[in-house]
């Protein structure tokens, strides 16, 4: 007798929706919890090419912290393509213009490298104040 391991479906998966708020929160210890969350680690039924996860509200994204020199040195780079195109960011400066891509960014880079990444990123939501338009779907209060 084969004993078979057992593949979730999509249709498997009762998607939640949960508010996370990152207030005095460190960058990078928020961002791995939120990545496993959205990545459905948690989730008994995770198999690893189906998305299990659940849905991520992040608030008080702006009230985020760094530790060390963080601020300063941690640099964000982006190329516009042309020659000396290349745009530099420090993490001080993108706090000031975009506190949400901060999140983000930590997010992205610990979700997979292909389609299924993609898609996972697209179930995480960062808003910079404490409101966010997502009560309808009544989110549960994650505490980390």
Same mark, same amino acid.
């Given at each position: 007798?084969?004993?078979?391991?057992?593949?979730?479906?999509?249709?498997? !998966?009762?998607?939640?929706?949960?508010?996370?708020?990152?207030?005095?929160?460190?960058?990078?210890? *928020?961002?791995?919890?939120?990545?496993?969350? *959205? %990545?459905?680690?948690?989730?008994?039924?995770?198999?690893?090419?189906?998305?299990?996860?659940?849905?991520?509200?992040?608030?008080?994204?702006?009230?985020?912290?760094?530790?060390?020199?963080?601020?300063? !040195?941690?640099?964000?780079?982006?190329?516009?393509?042309?020659?000396?195109?290349?745009?530099?960011?420090?993490?001080?400066?993108? *706090?000031?213009?975009?506190?949400?891509?901060?999140?983000? !960014?930590?997010? %992205?880079?610990?979700?997979?490298? !292909?389609?299924?990444?993609?898609?996972?990123?697209?179930?995480?939501?960062?808003?910079?104040?404490?409101?966010?338009?997502?009560?309808?779907?009544?989110?549960?209060?994650?505490?980390?």
């Amino acid at each position: 007798m084969k004993k078979y391991t057992y593949a979730a479906r999509p249709a498997d !998966n009762k998607q939640k929706w949960y508010v996370v708020d990152a207030e005095g929160m460190v960058l990078g210890r *928020l961002a791995s919890v939120v990545a496993a969350r *959205l %990545r459905g680690k948690f989730n008994p039924l995770f198999t690893p090419h189906v998305d299990t996860g659940d849905w991520v509200v992040v608030v008080n994204a702006d009230k985020i912290q760094l530790t060390g020199n963080k601020w300063d !040195n941690k640099c964000y780079y982006r190329h516009s393509g042309y020659m000396g195109g290349l745009k530099v960011t420090t993490a001080k400066e993108l *706090l000031a213009k975009k506190p949400e891509d901060l999140v983000k !960014n930590a997010v %992205r880079g610990m979700l997979p490298k !292909n389609p299924l990444g993609r898609k996972l990123n697209k179930k995480l939501k960062v808003y910079a104040g404490a409101a966010h338009p997502h009560e309808a779907q009544l989110p549960e209060k994650l505490t980390i």
